[in-house]
């Protein structure tokens, strides 16, 4: 039942919000600014309100005097003031209100957010408090109605028991001490609003207590051509002699008041008294959200900035709590602004207009993080291309300190850096060698994370290439190399309950070299299957490493695979491609997590063959590269 009225709600506020779009535009829409024009509601009414009581007398014989002499004698300053005051109360119960229903539809409350919707039912009482308050000053018709019904219904309590009703029988029983302590609780209450909607937006980073300007300006407005249009006015004054028969009613505060006398008080109030508990147990009722009280982490792109993510709370919230300088405007799925890239991770998605996120971009990866909440680990770029761009990138200037020939093609070269000068980065990231002209090279760490003053690449020969010709011809110990890093999102995504598959092509050992010994050092159990792809068997360098990591580690195992082995190598073990290894071995991949690196031909053959057999895409973190003038990122 409960799941079929969000539903329906969704549907709703969705319809709502396409309709919003196309009058007002995506980023003008009052729908998605519900929360921040119940505050700019608050201000006005505090700001028009105490201009009004400037000019508002206590007493029995001057009340309605001076609310007559600020409407009709000033009118084109407090009979406005008095109009905006007004329909600026109403306004904000109806954006609360809608706020609070949206924030139900859409399953914002629970978790995290359950702070939040507990507080805004305190609000949203005291709210209410102050509205029946303010309608009891003018001292009119309806003002004698308000205060002889919330007399009554308050005399129904046990604790009171008739005491106060007794007061309002005659008009000689009522005095000035009255008015003064209605003004006070007029000024009181707010002040306690003030308060308690403080401690609201407390769990929300950089709440809006404003709308954007434009929308906020037009607001005013509305209220300034209401307040002309249809100017409030006072009532017949107060006169207990008689009982009010007609008024001109104010719904949006006084729903429960033609209860009082058409219920039994007591039943109303045990009634107000069981809504208000349901209002605030709903984040704790059933149906719980099954798997989402975990809480995560997750990496934003550019700088690799991170940030833990609590149970149900957007990736937008979570990394503006953290300081991360995330695009946002609307917050409700409609804009467009917040939209990412996933790179890695689960997330769940609900409440957003087609507008803002097409399905084909929600199949290519595409998230609005203000209407994602994580079901994992997750990682995303907000400016595209940002994680192989990175910002948090600083220029290194180093020394050779060795030079190895670990295979015919392959040098490792050892680069050292000053005194007192050290690198900090994870296993699987690169960096970028920065040549005489500004060209870059990039060759990634081969160590596990860490921080070093020592830093060892794996160099290939390229024909013609620029700098790996210059590594394995004139290149010696001392000379200078400029660098600047790290670089890059291939890295473990942990904690995991999946095996691991690493697949590397030629050099792309190297990355995949960090991320094992990374693995050894967190000391992951779980199976760890390495496939290495070469073309001839003095392609393989380092072998002994990967078999020596066999022997120590029981959970790893290391299959070597051949495309193009030849009679002299002698070659009894796997030929052919090394995906279609991969593929033979593992019929079925759903379980499997596979980190990949190497060409990008081999990257963009294997990683679709291992999606149709059941690895989720999710699950699949490839690093290609691409020679740029000769010389790749191994």
């Not at 809006?208 to 407005?221: E, K």
């Not at 095996?499 to 050894?520: C, N, R, Y």
């Not at 009894?572 to 079925?588: Q, S």
Request: aromatic share 12%; net charge neutral.
């Amino acid at each position: 039942m409960l799941k079929k009225l969000q539903g329906f709600l969704q549907w709703f506020f969705l319809r709502m919000e396409a309709v919003g779009n196309r009058v007002f535009g995506d980023r003008l829409n009052p729908m998605y600014y519900l929360g921040a024009t119940s505050y700019w509601m608050f201000w006005i009414v505090v700001a028009s309100g105490l201009y009004v009581y400037v000019f508002y007398e206590t007493g029995v014989d001057k009340t309605y005097a001076s609310m007559e002499s600020i409407t009709h004698g000033q009118w084109w300053a407090g009979g406005i003031m008095r109009s905006v005051h007004r329909y600026a109360s109403d306004a904000m119960v109806l954006t609360m209100l809608l706020h609070m229903v949206r924030h139900f539809a859409f399953d914002r409350y629970r978790s995290f957010r359950a702070f939040s919707w507990v507080t805004g039912v305190v609000v949203l009482w005291l709210v209410y408090a102050s509205g029946v308050n303010g309608f009891m000053l003018p001292w009119d018709k309806l003002a004698q109605f308000v205060v002889i019904g919330t007399t009554e219904w308050l005399d129904s309590l046990p604790v009171f028991n008739g005491i106060l009703t007794r007061n309002f029988i005659t008009p000689e029983a009522i005095t000035d001490r009255l008015f003064s302590l209605l003004s006070f609780l007029h000024i009181g209450i707010p002040l306690v609003v003030m308060l308690a909607l403080w401690v609201h937006t407390q769990r929300v980073p950089r709440a809006a207590q404003i709308p954007p300007r434009r929308l906020a300006y037009g607001l005013v407005a509305m209220l300034l051509v209401l307040a002309l249009v249809k100017p409030v006015v006072s009532q017949a004054p107060a006169d207990f002699h008689t009982a009010p028969t007609t008024l001109d009613f104010d719904w949006f505060y006084l729903t429960v008041y033609p209860l009082i006398y058409a219920w039994d008080p007591l039943k109303l109030w045990i009634a107000c008294a069981g809504v208000t508990v349901l209002l605030l147990a709903m984040p704790w009722l059933p149906p719980a959200r099954t798997g989402k009280g975990q809480a995560y982490h997750l990496t934003a792109h550019p700088g690799r900035q991170g940030a833990p993510v609590r149970a149900g709370e957007t990736l937008l919230d979570a990394g503006l709590r953290a300081g991360i300088a995330l695009p946002y405007e609307c917050r409700s799925g409609g804009c467009g602004v917040c939209k990412a890239t996933m790179i890695g991770g689960q997330v769940e998605m609900s409440g957003y207009q087609p507008s803002a996120l097409s399905e084909e971009e929600r199949r290519a990866g595409r998230i609005l993080l203000c209407c994602a909440r994580a079901l994992s680990d997750v990682e995303f770029e907000y400016e595209e291309n940002a994680a192989a761009r990175g910002t948090q990138v600083a220029t290194y200037e180093a020394r050779v300190e060795r030079l190895e020939r670990l295979a015919h093609d392959v040098m490792l070269v050892a680069l050292r850096l000053p005194e007192g000068r050290r690198i900090d980065f994870e296993a699987g990231q690169y960096l970028n060698v920065v040549l005489e002209d500004g060209a870059r090279r990039s060759y990634s760490f081969t160590t596990p994370s860490g921080s070093t003053d020592l830093v060892e690449l794996h160099v290939r020969l390229m024909p013609g290439g620029r700098f790996t010709t210059r590594v394995f011809e004139s290149m010696k110990v001392g000379d200078p190399v400029t660098f600047e890093g790290p670089v890059g999102s291939f890295v473990l995504h942990e904690p995991s309950d999946k095996p691991l598959i690493f697949v590397a092509g030629a050099t792309g050992f190297a990355p995949v070299k960090s991320l094992l010994e990374q693995a050894f050092r967190m000391g992951i159990q779980r199976p760890l299957h390495l496939y290495w792809g070469v073309r001839r068997r003095r392609d393989l360098y380092l072998t002994e490493l990967p078999q020596q990591w066999a022997r120590e580690h029981p959970n790893f195992h290391f299959v070597p695979v051949l495309s193009e082995p030849a009679p002299e190598d002698e070659w009894t073990g796997r030929i052919g491609l090394v995906h279609e290894a991969i593929l033979a071995d593992f019929p079925d991949l759903s379980g499997f997590s596979v980190y990949a690196c190497g060409s990008v031909r081999m990257v963009e053959a294997a990683r679709p063959a291992f999606v149709a057999q059941g690895l989720h895409e999710d699950a699949c973190f490839s690093d290609a590269f691409t020679p740029a003038g000769g010389a790749p990122k191994p």
